[in-house]
């Protein structure tokens, strides 16, 4: 098992532009979280996601972000337009089911200039 | 709100040295209690857990019991490695079916040669 997948691992992009971040998920497992690192927040979820249907968004910062998933195999975290205060490490975790163990993929270090 | 508070760091030791990371919590309902690792470049991965008072979490030679007398999950090892230079959060979950991880701000361990 290759594990949760994300791309790109790192992303430099100025104010303003689109990002879009990318996760594939454990094959077969149900719940699919989006979190966000920095040192001064530290790791907050963002949204979740069961059968890909997103359960909880209300860690979501602003209508900035945005996240989809269109099937089981596949979610993106899209920010537009970004900002420099955007800036961390986003996760993207994947569950079995209800009690299971979360799965972190390696993240995206993202930075806004 | 529940929340996870963590002794602040950065713990540094030598290695052999016996090592424990202070975890206190508070929790509207009855929660289950976690510690993962973060290696550098990489996400998180569950250390061990507990779910009920007075269990015992352990793995690779880590250990924690849940106190709910205390509300503590303290992390423990004997005798510590380089190779477990990381950062370790403690975190809580109440609901099975939200879950919702509570994390603490990490603990960053470097231990020397």
């Known amino acids: 098992d290759a594990g949760v997948i994300q791309s790109p691992r790192h992303e430099v992009t100025e104010m303003g532009q689109e990002v879009t971040l990318r996760c594939k998920p454990i094959?077969?497992?149900?719940?699919l979280f989006w979190y966000r690192q920095t040192m001064m927040r530290g790791l907050e979820l963002l949204i979740y996601?069961?059968?890909?249907?997103?359960?909880?968004d209300s860690g979501m910062p602003e209508d900035r972000f945005s996240a989809k998933m269109p099937n089981a195999s596949f979610s993106t975290l899209k920010i537009q337009p970004s900002e420099p205060r955007d800036s961390a490490v986003y996760f993207c975790?994947?569950?079995?089911?209800?009690?299971?163990?979360?799965?972190f993929g390696n993240g995206t270090r993202l930075t806004v200039t | 709100g529940d929340s996870v508070t963590q002794m602040e760091g950065p713990v540094t030791l030598s290695e052999e040295a016996f090592l424990t990371i202070n975890c206190t919590y508070t929790?509207?309902?009855?929660?289950?209690l976690f510690w993962y690792v973060q290696y550098p470049g990489e996400g998180l991965q569950l250390l061990l857990k507990?779910?009920?008072?007075?269990d015992k979490g352990s793995n690779k030679g880590f250990e924690a019991t849940y106190r709910k007398e205390t509300t503590s999950f303290h992390l423990e090892k004997g005798s510590v490695q380089v190779s477990d230079s990381a950062v370790y959060f403690c975190?809580?979950?109440?609901?099975?079916?939200?879950?919702?991880?509570?994390f603490g701000s990490g603990t960053q361990l470097t231990v020397l040669p």
């Open positions: 975790a994947s569950a079995a089911y209800g009690n299971s163990p979360l799965h």
């Open positions: 975190a809580l979950t109440t609901s099975a079916s939200a879950r919702q991880l509570t």
């Open positions: 929790a509207t309902g009855y929660p289950s």
């Open positions: 507990a779910t009920k008072a007075d």
């Open positions: 996601f069961n059968n890909n249907v997103p359960i909880d």
């Open positions: 094959s077969g497992h149900d719940y």
